[in-house]
């Protein structure tokens, strides 16, 4: 499998966005180490260039998002990244059914998620009672992969509570949802 890993380790409050370069090196490692190519697109580095994250996008048959949620949304190097990089005539074009015109060829994708909340606050309170399922909150991401005919979604990996709780389980749950959602080459 040809696999992109768009990566948006970022800082804010207490958070470093270490926790998501580490995930995105786990991942790394464990695709490779299963015989998968892997490519890589760090949205939070200034140094990206256009024309290279499109030809990534349409080398990949899976795209992995690696980010966290912020302000129930991505962060914004992720939304900058999309825009630049999402391209009329190249990654999408305009049909008489809107959402149909994808272009890419990657036919999966899945998106590992850090954020503050804890999994048991989705649908509860009056912030989260329309959000039971984290992908409630992740429906900006998931929509544009829709649109962009990128239809199969790989179950999603969501690490919370990750400012003030603890860390300790998330390497071996992840590790776990690789191997449970990735086989060898």
């Keep these: 499998m040809k696999i992109l890993l768009v990566t948006a380790g970022y800082s804010i409050f207490d958070a470093k966005g270490q926790l998501n370069s580490f995930l995105a090196y786990l991942t790394e490692k464990n695709l490779s180490e299963k015989g998968h190519k892997i490519k890589i697109s760090d949205v939070t580095k200034d140094t990206w ?36 990089v999402l391209l009329y ?30 999994s048991s606050d989705l649908g509860k309170g009056f912030v989260l009672k329309n959000a039971p399922h984290i992908d409630d909150i992740l429906q900006p991401l998931i929509m544009t992969n829709t649109y962009l005919s990128i239809r199969d979604q790989i179950p999603t990996f969501h690490a919370g509570n990750v400012i003030a709780g603890d860390t300790s389980w998330i390497e071996a749950a992840y590790l776990e949802h690789l191997n449970t959602h990735f086989s060898r080459s």
Excluded: C, H
């Design 49 to 84: 260039n256009v024309d290279r994250e499109v030809a990534k996008l349409l080398w990949a048959d899976t795209i992995i998002y690696i980010t966290p949620i912020m302000w129930f949304n991505m962060p914004a190097p992720m939304v900058k990244w999309l825009g630049k």
């Design 89 to 118: 005539e190249k990654t999408f074009v305009i049909t008489e059914e809107y959402g149909e015109g994808g272009q890419l060829p990657a036919d999966k994708f899945m998106i590992v998620t850090t954020s503050n909340m804890k």
